[in-house]
């Protein structure tokens, strides 16, 4: 089975910079980490590998700084990682993102699954995923939270929705978004660095993607833009409602209605 990860490196914090001319996220301007959701991904594809055989590919687009991610995830058991890296791809949001991955899995020879991880600690929207697959025209699950099945034709999963739990058999080729906490990412190894400290890591340009529309990528292709991003305040505040049980449980019912609670 040939598995593609979709990964990204996000800034190692919660503050965002916005370039004020563009609208997009200045996703490079500090340090960076890799996406905490991208590992379950991760493990989730090398825990199928093992089961089915096969081979692991790691593909993300950013800059090459990109490559220490690559190689830390060849210390974990990937294959194989490719860089998606041009000035042309930058600024993009969800739609030319998407497009561009979608793009660089049939440069790389297509896949039988695509994991992406839920969502990205910047971006915050869980629709990347699910966008490549539109592109490639394959169906996907998101929110997956757990494997239950994995056979030569298809693979079944569990999805934790927002009130409902799915269970759902999937034909391949197809792409799941895997929740955070549906396994334990396993710890690089020591030894995997060494013998992978040679290993190639693949750049892909624009030039090298089947369609060279620039309306798809990047900024220019990107219909929507950041205006702000921001930390909601937090703050406590205790009510103390007086009265009779009843006068009471009005007058909460009044509050949380005003404040649109229920």
């Given at each position: 089975m040939k598995i593609v990860v979709c990964m990204k490196q996000v800034p190692a914090t919660s503050?965002?910079?916005i370039d004020p001319e563009t609208?997009?996220?200045?996703?490079?301007?500090?340090?960076?980490?890799?996406n905490p959701y991208d590992l379950f991904a991760l493990?989730?594809?090398?825990?199928?590998?093992?089961?089915?055989?096969?081979?692991?590919?790691?593909?993300?687009m950013g800059p090459p700084q990109a490559e220490e991610m690559i190689r830390d995830a060849y210390t974990m058991g990937?294959?194989?990682?490719?860089?998606?890296?041009?000035?042309k791809f930058a600024g993009a949001d969800v739609l030319a993102t998407s497009y561009a991955l979608?793009?660089?899995?049939?440069?790389?020879?297509?896949?039988?699954?695509i994991i992406c991880g839920r969502q990205t600690t910047d971006g915050d929207t869980a629709q990347v995923g699910p966008a490549i697959a539109e592109h490639l025209t394959i169906?996907?699950?998101?929110?997956?939270?757990?494997?239950?099945?994995?056979?030569?034709?298809?693979?079944?999963?569990?999805?934790?929705?927002?009130?409902?739990?799915?269970?759902?058999?999937?034909?391949?080729?197809?792409?799941?978004?895997?929740?955070?906490?549906?396994?334990?990412?396993r710890l690089p190894s020591y030894l995997l660095?060494?013998?992978?400290?040679?290993?190639?890591?693949?750049?892909?340009?624009?030039?090298?993607?089947?369609?060279?529309?620039?309306?798809?990528?990047?900024?220019?292709g990107s219909p929507t833009s950041v205006e702000k991003m921001f930390a909601p305040e937090e703050s406590e505040k205790q009510v103390y409602l007086e009265g009779t049980a009843k006068?009471?449980?009005?007058?909460?019912?009044?509050?949380?209605?005003?404040?649109?609670?229920?």
């Open positions: 503050k965002v910079d609208g997009a996220m200045k996703r490079m301007s500090g340090e960076t980490r890799t493990e989730t594809a090398l825990a199928i590998r093992e089961k089915t055989g096969g081979t692991v590919s790691v593909l993300t990937a294959d194989e990682g490719v860089i998606l890296s041009d000035r979608a793009q660089g899995i049939q440069v790389i020879g297509g896949a039988d699954l169906p996907h699950a998101a929110w997956v939270a757990e494997i239950m099945d994995v056979n030569e034709k298809s693979i079944q999963v569990r999805q934790d929705l927002v009130s409902v739990s799915q269970v759902s058999e999937i034909p391949y080729p197809c792409l799941l978004t895997i929740d955070k906490d549906t396994c334990v990412p660095k060494k013998a992978t400290a040679d290993r190639p890591v693949r750049i892909l340009s624009f030039e090298d993607m089947p369609d060279q529309d620039l309306s798809r990528y990047g900024l220019i006068e009471k449980a009005d007058k909460l019912v009044a509050l949380l209605t005003g404040k649109k609670i229920i």
